[in-house]
């Protein structure tokens, strides 16, 4: 074994760099903390100011976010009748067709359920509420009136403090510039709603372009996979919520409680937000029957919701949405929570799905997840179905190999270099020349 004997000039070289490179004030610990610190705050600054941007535009990113869920519902209907012969415009015109009668027969039998029972049921709730503070206050609870007073008399406080009042002043111009704004809204997501159902296809294809190799692979695949998630979510949501109302409307006109027809759309409505909205509704029908029936029917009530509600999570869930969203219960609360705060009801409505499909997203794009049983961290918490790789078929799985393999450039859509050379050699030699050649008048 041999070793290479250095220069002594040498050796002072390499200890001499060694010193000035620890000596650098962003090469211990504290200037490499201090580094990533920077880039944390430019990175966050960056994200406030799209947060910002898209929250100034509020009108057009929700129009968007609506039409591309809607457009993910009913894009298999769109490509079964492409695939019948249709033309892309019949196939979304026949689907905006289906959207408006199913939209319209939802929104005009919610309008005939409540029409007339509204204010009946606004007031039974509001007795319900009264009733069950009187209990809680006067019952073996040790709860003190004076916290549930405060409370109430800070809501009352602010309902008539001069800031309320101003606003009321203020309400019909307020009510002008919303209407207006979910007009607006409302027409330009029916604009993008009608061009991604037409030209699906062709925007995908573009926005594919610009890339190549895995990258465009990984792009397709997301699109794909969000497009699972979306339309899944619409579909199964909406028949979920239909059975819950159909059956707690059956178990309300069961037991007998009044204004069941109204309390059943609520619960359809509310299905829409998971876990809250499905409280919500069963606490609203159990008050309601608490005033007009009473405590033993409004106990029923409660066992009925309670009843339905591990149907629809054992059985309706698994069967009509699959593993859909793959969310755990806590991320879907804080979901709710941040999208209640930032977007008010539709962000609390949208907030779910598109948290499913960040989560798919990531899926799709990180490799740093290590999948499978550890001999040190023990099972998986992640269920090998609820992998974004297990959910593509075998066409799917095709294309993205074929995608991979392709090596094409492609051609520039400059026109310079889309320009064909000349064929005659007097005029090529001209033009490498820059001089005019004999045809040139």
């Given at each position: 074994?041999?070793?290479?004997?250095?220069?002594?000039?040498?050796?002072?070289?390499?200890?001499?760099?060694?010193?000035?490179?620890?000596?650098?004030?962003?090469?211990?610990a504290?200037?490499?903390?201090?580094?990533?610190?920077?880039q944390?705050?430019?990175?966050?600054?960056?994200?406030?100011g799209?947060?910002v941007?898209m929250?100034?535009?509020?009108?057009?990113?929700?129009?968007?976010l609506?039409?591309?869920?809607?457009?993910?519902?009913?894009?298999?209907?769109?490509r079964?009748?492409v695939g019948?012969?249709?033309?892309h415009?019949?196939?979304?015109?026949?689907?905006?067709?289906?959207?408006?009668?199913?939209?319209?027969?939802?929104?005009?039998?919610?309008?005939?359920?409540?029409?007339n029972?509204w204010?009946?049921?606004?007031?039974s709730a509001l007795?319900?509420?009264?009733q069950?503070?009187?209990?809680?206050?006067?019952?073996?609870?040790?709860i003190?009136?004076?916290?549930i007073?405060?409370?109430t008399?800070?809501?009352?406080d602010?309902?008539a403090?001069?800031d309320?009042a101003?606003?009321?002043?203020?309400?019909?111009?307020?009510g002008?510039s919303?209407?207006?704004n979910?007009?607006?809204?409302?027409?330009?997501?029916?604009?993008?709603?009608?061009?991604?159902?037409?030209?699906?296809?062709?925007?995908n294809?573009f926005?594919?372009r610009?890339f190549?190799?895995e990258t465009?692979?990984?792009?397709?695949?997301?699109?794909?996979?969000?497009s699972?998630?979306?339309?899944?979510?619409v579909?199964?949501?909406a028949?979920?919520?239909?059975?819950?109302?159909?059956?707690?409307?059956?178990?309300?006109?069961?037991?007998?409680?009044p204004?069941?027809?109204?309390?059943?759309?609520?619960t359809?409505i509310?299905?829409f937000?998971?876990?809250?909205?499905a409280?919500?509704?069963?606490?609203?029908?159990?008050l309601?029957?608490?005033?007009?029936?009473?405590?033993?029917e409004?106990?029923?009530?409660?066992?009925?919701?309670?009843?339905?509600?591990q149907?629809?999570?054992?059985?309706?869930?698994?069967?009509?949405?699959?593993?859909?969203?793959?969310?755990?219960?806590?991320?879907?609360?804080l979901?709710?929570t941040?999208?209640?705060?930032?977007g008010g009801?539709?962000?609390?409505?949208?907030?779910?799905?598109?948290?499913?499909?960040?989560?798919?997203?990531i899926?799709?794009?990180?490799?740093?997840?290590?999948a499978?049983?550890d001999?040190?961290?023990g099972?998986d918490p992640?269920?090998?179905?609820?992998?974004?790789?297990?959910?593509?078929?075998?066409?799917?799985?095709?294309?993205?190999?074929?995608?991979?393999r392709?090596?094409?450039?492609?051609?520039?859509?400059?026109?310079?270099e889309?320009?064909?050379a000349?064929?005659?050699?007097?005029?090529?030699?001209?033009?490498e020349?820059?001089?005019?050649?004999s045809s040139?008048?």
């Amino acid at each position: 074994m041999s070793t290479v004997e250095h220069p002594p000039e040498a050796r002072h070289d390499r200890r001499q760099t060694g010193q000035n490179r620890q000596a650098g004030p962003w090469s211990d610990a504290l200037g490499r903390a201090g580094a990533r610190a920077g880039q944390t705050l430019l990175i966050a600054a960056v994200a406030v100011g799209v947060i910002v941007i898209m929250l100034r535009v509020s009108v057009v990113v929700l129009a968007v976010l609506v039409a591309l869920i809607l457009a993910s519902a009913v894009a298999p209907l769109v490509r079964w009748l492409v695939g019948k012969g249709w033309s892309h415009l019949w196939a979304t015109l026949m689907s905006f067709l289906v959207i408006l009668v199913v939209a319209g027969g939802v929104i005009t039998g919610v309008v005939l359920a409540i029409r007339n029972e509204w204010q009946g049921l606004v007031d039974s709730a509001l007795q319900g509420w009264q009733q069950l503070q009187d209990w809680v206050t006067n019952g073996p609870l040790p709860i003190d009136a004076s916290v549930i007073d405060d409370a109430t008399q800070q809501v009352t406080d602010f309902l008539a403090s001069g800031d309320y009042a101003s606003g009321l002043a203020s309400g019909t111009l307020t009510g002008i510039s919303a209407a207006t704004n979910f007009l607006t809204g409302l027409v330009l997501m029916i604009v993008v709603l009608f061009f991604l159902l037409k030209d699906g296809p062709k925007i995908n294809s573009f926005m594919l372009r610009w890339f190549r190799g895995e990258t465009r692979a990984k792009l397709a695949e997301s699109v794909d996979r969000s497009s699972e998630v979306l339309g899944g979510y619409v579909r199964g949501t909406a028949t979920v919520a239909a059975v819950d109302a159909v059956l707690i409307g059956i178990g309300l006109l069961i037991v007998g409680v009044p204004l069941a027809l109204p309390l059943a759309v609520v619960t359809f409505i509310g299905a829409f937000i998971p876990i809250v909205g499905a409280t919500a509704a069963g606490i609203l029908a159990a008050l309601v029957a608490l005033v007009t029936t009473g405590p033993v029917e409004a106990l029923i009530v409660v066992a009925i919701v309670v009843g339905v509600n591990q149907i629809e999570g054992n059985l309706l869930q698994p069967v009509v949405m699959g593993r859909t969203l793959s969310l755990h219960a806590l991320i879907v609360l804080l979901a709710l929570t941040i999208g209640t705060i930032v977007g008010g009801i539709f962000g609390a409505i949208l907030a779910v799905p598109y948290t499913a499909v960040a989560w798919t997203l990531i899926q799709v794009w990180t490799h740093r997840y290590q999948a499978g049983d550890d001999p040190v961290l023990g099972p998986d918490p992640l269920n090998p179905k609820d992998r974004a790789s297990r959910k593509a078929n075998a066409a799917q799985r095709e294309k993205y190999r074929r995608i991979r393999r392709g090596t094409g450039k492609g051609q520039d859509l400059g026109a310079v270099e889309d320009e064909a050379a000349p064929s005659d050699p007097a005029e090529q030699q001209a033009i490498e020349s820059g001089l005019p050649d004999s045809s040139t008048p």
